[in-house]
């Protein structure tokens, strides 16, 4: 079978520097991607990793270690607005695409 | 506005009805995937397709559902004899060739079975 885990919810405040954790175990795995979205909105594309390290992008840095099935998602100098659900997702062959059930940051003043 | 679109973006039926969303992908994209969405949980994955082939659909769908993509641009999605239990967002999502791993949502469709 296929499985990921990220906790439910994280809390920070602005400025701060937050790490989400994802655990995976799946057949055919690609890499991994981070979503994000906002209550109401649809998800849009972080980040992603298919090769174990650290990807930059701005203020969100992604982790991958294949060997460990775990990668993270950094967000520093944390904002209101990156108040959010955020999704790591599984890419397997072909593209398929297995989120898992994300975690809501809520970031406060 | 990512430039897939969805249509309707609301749908409330009675139990038993068939209903069929719509989704438009961006124009050059090859790969158009359909999730289902509820509260408090991440997409859920149903079905995807390479052009206008079908390339896999979720095991956990029903006979009730299914999906086509006849000319590899827009893509339909029918659910028939609608449950309550269908009720949730369906999301559909396009990516550019060799690009899956970055796909561009739609707004969505909000089913709602009464």
């Known amino acids: 079978g296929q499985s990921l885990e990220q906790p439910s919810e994280v809390t920070a405040v602005e400025g701060a520097i937050v790490q989400i954790n994802c655990t995976y175990q799946?057949?055919?795995?690609?890499?991994l991607s981070w979503y994000q979205q906002h209550d109401g909105g649809a998800p849009t594309f972080l980040s992603y990793?298919?090769?174990?390290g650290l990807e930059e992008t701005g203020r969100f840095s992604s982790f991958l270690s294949r060997s460990d099935s775990y990668g993270y998602l950094l967000l520093q100098e944390l904002q209101m607005k990156d108040s959010a659900s955020y999704f790591c997702a599984v890419i397997r062959g072909g593209f398929k695409t297995i989120f898992g059930a994300g975690t809501r940051l809520f970031v406060k003043a | 506005d990512t430039g897939v679109s969805q249509d309707p973006r609301h749908k409330i039926t009675k139990r038993g009805q068939n209903v069929t969303f719509r989704c438009d992908p961006i124009?050059?994209?090859?790969?158009l995937y359909w999730y289902r969405q509820t509260l408090g949980q991440g997409p859920e994955f149903l079905t995807y397709f390479q052009n206008e082939a079908q390339l896999e659909k979720s095991r956990l769908l029903s006979d009730r559902f299914s999906a086509e993509r006849p000319k590899g641009s827009f893509s339909t999605l029918e659910i028939q004899r609608t449950e309550q239990g269908d009720s949730a967002m369906y999301l559909c999502?396009?990516?550019?060739?060799?690009?899956?791993?970055?796909?561009?949502f739609g707004p969505g469709t909000r089913l709602t079975v009464t």
């Open positions: 999502a396009s990516s550019a060739p060799r690009e899956g791993h970055e796909q561009y």
């Open positions: 799946t057949s055919g795995f690609y890499g």
């Open positions: 124009s050059e994209h090859n790969r």
């Open positions: 990793n298919a090769l174990d």
